[in-house]
């Protein structure tokens, strides 16, 4: 049952690329095309994976006053880690060298990303093996999703492709722009909250019997 | 070369707005414009500060030894020390600003803007040595001050503004922004 | 024992301790992950067939050989190719240089640079090494300054550097 709850968490209601907004950086970056949206949030997920992992098995060994470089030094490793395998398959395959080079310094900059250092302090460092690698994986998950998806908004609208598959010719190159990434980020983050307000009104609404006090007619 | 520098961190890749480096501090404290100009400041300085001590290390010492892998472990230290060192100045200095900082004065060490300057300076043809490396840091950190000061003024008259539900706070700081951006855009097209 | 064992001593040894493991297992990775010089350079060069021979251990004072391959072009001409990652010169950092000679005369068949250390706001331009290309390797002077490849001098002399290092190794190794 917990798992279950951990999910929902991390892909929908703590989402942290729409609902929490952490690490904006990256989204903001890498969101121009739905390929790079895919791998950063996959090198993002596997440093959250491992990270968490890592920092939950020495939780009680850490102490508290060092924690926080602890952390960061816990993570720094595994970034470089996916930094250097990233390198090595990109050697071997022309479209991850693509990803590479496309996240370009973004890549080291994982260890500065809000998101990572946020679950390991507030989870990682509290809860057990299993749950903080699980709570790694699907707020990676929901990282992803939501990273891909706004990359393959901009892309479609602003390449006319998908995945790096022309579609049509139909472009608005605007949303190719920084200005552009700004704007569909912001509008994504409203349409998320929207939809998520509506959605859990209509649960409250739907469960729970609406009890209107009865008016006492005099 | 300093006039070149200072034209391209400050408008042509400006750090935030073109290059989307430093949004978090950015986005989360540019309500009210006198928090956001002593943000930028700070940053400026650590900015300058890492910039000169992270390039001689990976210059002079890294890359003759051949470990450039710990690339990211010494930087994202150096930068930590910088920030704890820089807190404890602060405090020391000025309580009142210690205390109007608060939780923001940490966050800095998590600030893309700062390793971001680090990591730029290593391939960026426009710096050859410490002097052009520290000289980017300083104009990075002012074109990140202007972005920020501006946004925060920005945000000032929009809390005013009846704002849509569901656009208050991060969305419209991001209209916002983009439309700064589509302004800072116009200078992507300056070939120094 | 415990009395070492105070907060502060447990603080900065979890912390070195972590430290020294992540060092570790990094350099570890970094040695198990090593990417190798990649061999269609040569192609690009020169177009011939290409075999990879072992780099030949000779002290050299001007770069680094990292890759050498011997090959024959369609005429029969047998071919040597150098992988060359030169040491900069002043300002400028490490030049990577393919060049191709021929191996019985040591005449610059083709050469390009593969990667640029720094070299300023200039841009380098490709015809100027295309001037070395049908002279002799051995005609080379790392000093010369009438050799400009790129548009600042240091920059310049870094590159020629990788053909120093290239006249160095082909005399040593292939020479009389």
Redesign the interface.
């Known amino acids: 049952m917990k798992i279950k709850e951990l999910a929902l968490d991390g892909i929908i209601r703590q989402n942290p690329a729409l609902k929490l907004?952490?690490g904006?950086?990256s989204i903001?970056?890498l969101s121009n095309e739905a390929i790079n949206g895919l791998g950063m949030g996959a090198a993002v997920t596997f440093v959250l994976v491992c990270s968490n992992l890592v920092i939950s098995i020495?939780r009680n060994?850490?102490?508290d006053?060092?924690r926080?470089?602890?952390f960061?030094?816990?993570i720094?490793?595994f970034?470089?880690?996916v930094?250097?395998?990233l390198?090595?398959l990109g050697?071997k395959s022309a479209a991850i060298m693509g990803i590479y080079d496309a996240m370009d310094?973004f890549l080291?900059?994982i260890?500065?990303?809000?998101i990572i250092?946020a679950r390991a302090e507030s989870f990682a460092s509290h809860n057990t093996v299993g749950m903080s690698v699980l709570d790694g994986l699907f707020m990676g998950i929901g990282y992803t999703v939501a990273l891909t998806l706004l990359g393959a908004a901009r892309e479609i609208l602003g390449s006319g492709s998908i995945f790096g598959v022309s579609l049509w010719n139909f472009k608005i190159e605007f949303f190719t722009?920084?200005?552009?990434?700004?704007?569909t980020?912001?509008?994504f983050?409203?349409?998320f909250?929207?939809v998520y307000?509506r959605i859990v009104r209509k649960r409250k609404l739907g469960g729970a019997k609406i009890l209107k006090p009865k008016t006492t007619e005099v | 070369m300093v006039l070149s520098l200072a034209i391209a961190g400050i408008f042509i890749s400006n750090y935030v707005v073109v290059q989307f480096l430093g949004i978090c501090p950015f986005l989360g404290l540019s309500k009210k414009v006198d928090s956001a100009l002593g943000m930028g400041v700070a940053v400026t300085f650590v900015m300058v500060l890492a910039s000169l001590i992270t390039y001689p290390i990976y210059t002079y010492i890294m890359l003759p030894y051949g470990i450039e892998y710990l690339e990211i472990i010494v930087f994202i230290f150096v930068i930590a020390s910088l920030v704890q060192i820089l807190e404890m100045v602060i405090r020391k200095i000025s309580p009142s600003l210690y205390k109007a900082m608060g939780v923001y004065l940490p966050l800095i060490t998590t600030n893309c803007a700062i390793l971001g300057v680090a990591e730029i300076n290593l391939t960026y043809e426009l710096v050859t040595g410490v002097f052009s490396a520290a000289l980017n840091g300083l104009f990075s950190g002012i074109g990140f001050t202007l972005a920020i000061v501006i946004l925060a003024g920005l945000r000032e008259k929009i809390d005013k503004l009846p704002t849509p539900k569901h656009m208050r706070g991060f969305p419209i700081s991001m209209i916002a922004a983009g439309i700064m951006a589509m302004a800072f855009y116009v200078f992507t097209f300056i070939s120094l | 024992m415990k009395k070492i064992l105070t907060p502060s001593v447990k603080c900065v040894l979890t912390l070195v301790i972590i430290a020294v493991v992540c060092v570790a297992a990094l350099a570890i990775l970094n040695d198990l992950l090593y990417v190798p010089p990649d061999f269609s350079a040569f192609s690009n060069a020169y177009t011939a067939e290409y075999d990879q021979v072992e780099v030949a251990d000779v002290a050299l004072q001007n770069g680094k050989v990292l890759l050498a391959v011997e090959g024959n072009d369609s005429q029969g001409k047998e071919l040597v190719g150098l992988y060359i990652e030169s040491n900069g010169y002043g300002k400028a950092k490490a030049f990577t240089v393919i060049i191709i000679l021929e191996k019985d005369t040591g005449t610059i068949l083709s050469s390009y640079i593969k990667e640029q250390g720094n070299s300023g706001p200039y841009e380098y331009d490709e015809s100027k090494l295309a001037q070395l290309t049908g002279t002799n390797i051995a005609d080379i002077d790392a000093k010369d300054p009438e050799m400009v490849i790129t548009g600042a001098t240091h920059s310049s002399y870094a590159v020629l550097n990788a053909f120093a290092t290239a006249k160095e190794y082909y005399q040593t190794v292939y020479g009389e």
């Open positions: 907004v952490l904006t950086c903001l970056a020495l060994i850490i102490p006053k060092v926080i470089p602890a960061i030094l816990i720094a490793t970034v470089t880690v930094k250097m395998l390198y090595y050697s310094i080291p900059l260890v500065v990303n809000c250092l722009t920084p200005a552009g990434a700004f704007m980020y912001g509008l983050i409203a349409l909250t929207f307000d």
